[in-house]
C-alpha cells in the first residue's frame, strides 16, 4: 500500500510538473534568511484582494510576473482560495495564507467585536477553523507559510484581554506547528504593537509579522532590540503613510502624499529600509486590487482598472525597470474660490504634463469623511465644465462642510495621476444635524444571492430565539444561485427581522444608504405554508433616535407556496436620503414551523 501511494505522487508530481514545496527560515551569517526547496527566497510581495475566479485569476497573476512579484499575501480563506492556489503555484507565485482571528473591538477592517475574555465557544470556533484552514492547504506546494491574525493586539482594549488573546494565538500556532513541518508560523501585527506579547506567550512563532507604512519601516530593527528580540520578521502590509498619520491642512483635512511621493517611499524605500536588513525577509506592498475608493486613491496599485504610483513603483522595487510610460504629472491643482454653497460654479487651477505627450482626460471628483464606513470610503463624481487651455469649473455638491476635492488626469496607457485639496461648503447648516447616508446608482439590490450585502440581516426582533436565518439558501432560488431563508420553529408568537447598515444598528450610529430617485421597491417572496402572512418594506428606526430611517414603506401580504413578485411604490414626497434599515419582515406564528423565503430585493 506504501509503495503504491508513493508511486502515485510521483506520477502526479511528474505529469503535473509539481513539487510539494518545503519552506523553512534559518539563522545565518548574523541575519536571517528564508529558503523554499533550499534555495533562498526573498519576499518580494502584495497583498492581495478580490474574486479569485478561473476568468480572471490569469490575467492579474500574469500581470503580478510582470511586477517581479513571488508572493501574494491573503488575510484569510473561502471557498475561492483553491482556486486562488492552484493559478498562483501555476504561475510560480507562493501564497502567505491567512488565518482571520477576530478583533476585540471595531477596527480597521470591519465593525466586529470579540471577547477573549469569556467567549470560550468563540475562541474554539476560531481555533477549529483555523486548523482545518491548515489540514486542507497544508501539502499545497503554493503555500510559503501560514499568518495568524492580523492587528488583533491593536484591536484590543486591556492588557488583560491581550494577555488571553496571546496565549489563545500560542495554541493555534503551536498546533499547526505539530501539524505542519513543513512552512513557518507567522503572526501579524500593526507596527511593533506585537512584540512583548509575542516574545513572553508566543514562542511557536516562527516569524513576526508587521504592517508598516512610510520611512517608520526603518526603525523596525531598532525597536526590536528594545524589545530584546531575535527573530527574523517580514514587512506584511507596506505603502506610504497613511490618513491615519497625516497632518491636517487648514481647513481640518489629513494631507494626502503626492504622487511623486507615493512613487520613492516604494521603489526607494525598499532599497534602502527593507532589503538592507539582515532579519529582514521581504515586503508585501498593500494592496493588488481594482477598486475606487478613499483607500484606492490613496494605497492601491490601482484606481479601478488604471495604473497608480504605487504599480509602477512596485515593480521597480523588485526588478529595477522603470516605467513602460510615467503617470500624469499634476504640478497644480487648486480651488481658486472657497466656503461656497452647493449648486455654485467654482473656478479650478490645475497644471498638467506628461511626459510621453499622450492624450490626457480630465474629471473631478470628491469624498467627504463624515458618516458611515461605506459613506466616507466613496469617491463621488464632480460636474465640470472647460478645458485644459482655457480652464475648469466644478460645480459644489449637495453636502455641507469639508470634501475632499480630486483632479484625475488619465492618459492613453491608462495611467492615472491624481491630486487632492480641500474645500468647505457654506450652507448655512449645522453639519451635525443629519448625516446622509452613502450614495447609490439605482437600481440597487438590498438583497441578490446573499453575497456582498449592503445591510446586514443582524436585526432580530420578537420570539427570535426560534428564528434561522439562511441568507445564501440554496433549496429554492428565484433568481441566481440563492435566496434569503427565514425559518421559525415555534407554534406561537412573532418574529421580525431587520437588515440594516451598520450591523446591529439600532439608530445609535450613522450608516445607511442615500436612495434618492427610488419609485419602487420590489421583491419576490414565498413560505412553505398557505396559512402564512408577512409585513415586508423597509425603515424601521424612528426620529426620536439621533441616526434614523428617513422614509418607511412596507406591505402586508398573504404569502403562497409558489414564487410571487411584489411592489410598493414610494411617494413622491418620500425622503429616501438615509435609509438605515433596508428590508424589514415581521410574521406571526401559524401553528407550526414554517418558512419564508425572499429574493431579489431591489429599490429601482
Known sequence: ??????????????????????????????????????????????????????????????????????????????????????????????????????????????????????DTKGMDDMYRDAMAAVNRYKNHPGVLFFGVGNEVFLNIATDAEKKVYAQFLERICGDIK????????????????????????????????????????????????????????????????????????KNGLKVEPNDQQKYEVIAEGYKKWIASKPNCLGVYVFHYEQNKNFGSVWLLLYYGDSYRPAYWATREAFTGKKPVNYIPSIKTFEMLDSNKASGTWVKVKLDVSDVEKDSLQISFHYNQRNGSRARRDQVNVLESRGNLKEGFEILIPKENGLIKVYAFVKDSYNNLGIAQTSFVIKNGLSTDKFVPGAKTTLPFYIYKDGKDLPYIPSAYMGDFQYMRVDAENKNFVKEGTASLRISYGNGGGWFGLGFVDPVNDWGDRAGGFDLTGAKKFTFWAKASSADAEATIGYGMIDKNKEFFDTDKQSKKILLTTEWKKYEINIPKSAGLRCIKSGLVIYSNAVGSPFSIYIDEVRFE
Not at 191 to 218: A, H, Q, R
Open 1 to 118: 500500500m506504501k509503495r503504491i501511494s508513493i508511486v502515485v505522487m510521483v506520477c502526479w508530481s511528474l505529469l503535473t510538473n509539481v513539487s510539494l514545496a518545503k519552506t523553512v527560515v534559518k539563522k545565518e551569517n548574523g541575519g536571517w534568511q528564508l529558503y523554499v526547496d533550499d534555495k533562498p527566497f526573498a519576499i518580494k510581495g502584495v497583498t492581495f484582494g478580490g474574486d479569485a475566479d478561473k476568468a480572471t485569476i490569469g490575467k492579474k497573476l500574469k500581470d503580478l510576473k510582470f511586477l517581479g512579484v513571488n508572493t501574494i499575501r491573503i488575510w484569510g480563506t473561502n471557498e475561492t482560495t483553491p482556486i486562488l492556489l492552484d493559478s498562483a503555484n501555476a504561475y510560480g507565485i507562493k501564497v502567505m495564507v491567512g488565518i482571520w482571528l477576530r478583533h476585540g473591538r471595531p477596527g480597521m477592517e470591519a465593525d466586529d467585536s470579540f471577547d477573549y475574555l469569556t
Open 178 to 249: 505539530k501539524t505542519d513541518a513543513d512552512h513557518p508560523v507567522c503572526s501579524v501585527e500593526a507596527w511593533t504593537f506585537g512584540l512583548k506579547w509575542w516574545k513572553e506567550y508566543c514562542p511557536s512563532i516562527d516569524i513576526y509579522g508587521m504592517n508598516v507604512y512610510g520611512p517608520g519601516v526603518d526603525k523596525i530593527p531598532e525597536e526590536m532590540v528594545k524589545e530584546g528580540v531575535d527573530k527574523p520578521y517580514v514587512i506584511t502590509e507596506y505603502g506610504v503613510s497613511g490618513e491615519w498619520e497625516a497632518k491636517e491642512d
